[in-house]
């Protein structure tokens, strides 16, 4: 599913609860971002027109920018844990065109997860193009998404290698390859 870089740092066989919980914690808050991140634009665009958007609106852009907050805080730690712990190494017979897609996917989503609420803060606070650049990146992450989850489909289900498992059941302490 990932894989390390740092090669000072012992591949484990699978994610520890912390990266675990990381994960799902941030796929959460992207899910929500994504569902409701419309009442940001909303509220954004009433207060250019100089009104003010619904109270639903402003209450749903506020847990966006929070949110979206949160999701940079999060991302940061999720990196500097897989740095300082490492991430497992492919199944075995897994072709190398395989692994190395993943890698790329994975680290297309680091950048994306960092990039997206820096672009959303700066267009928040600052006039410019990054307000735009935030909202483009919507149907990439869903892009993105789909071909994640569609991955750890194929793996369960037709692979049957077990990946799936990596990101649900945390590694036995002290369990490394």
Not at 33 to 52: K, N, P, W, Y
Not at 62 to 67: A, E, G, Q
Not at 92 to 109: C, K, L, N, Q, V
Not at 113 to 128: E, K, M, R, S
Request: glycine residues 10%; charged residues 10%.
């Amino acid at each position: 599913m990932s894989y390390s870089t740092n090669t000072s740092v012992t591949r484990a066989r699978g994610y520890s609860g912390l990266q675990i919980t990381l994960h799902w914690l941030i796929a959460a808050l992207v899910a929500v971002q994504l569902i409701f991140g419309e009442s940001m634009t909303a509220s954004v665009d009433a207060m250019a027109e100089g009104g003010a958007a619904s109270p639903f609106d402003q209450t749903i852009a506020s847990l966006h920018y929070w949110f979206g907050t949160a999701i940079l805080v999060l991302v940061v730690l999720r990196l500097f844990v897989r740095l300082t712990h490492g991430a497992p190494s492919s199944p075995d017979g897994i072709p190398g065109w395989m692994s190395f897609a993943s890698r790329i996917t994975h680290w297309i989503f680091y950048a994306l997860l960092i990039a997206v609420p820096v672009t959303g803060l700066l267009g928040f606070y600052t006039d410019g193009p990054f307000g735009d650049i935030h909202a483009w990146a919507k149907p990439v992450f869903i892009g993105l998404i789909a071909l994640h989850a569609g991955a750890a489909l194929f793996h369960q289900f037709w692979l049957k290698d077990g990946l799936l498992k990596a990101m649900l059941v945390p590694a036995a302490k002290g369990e490394k390859q």
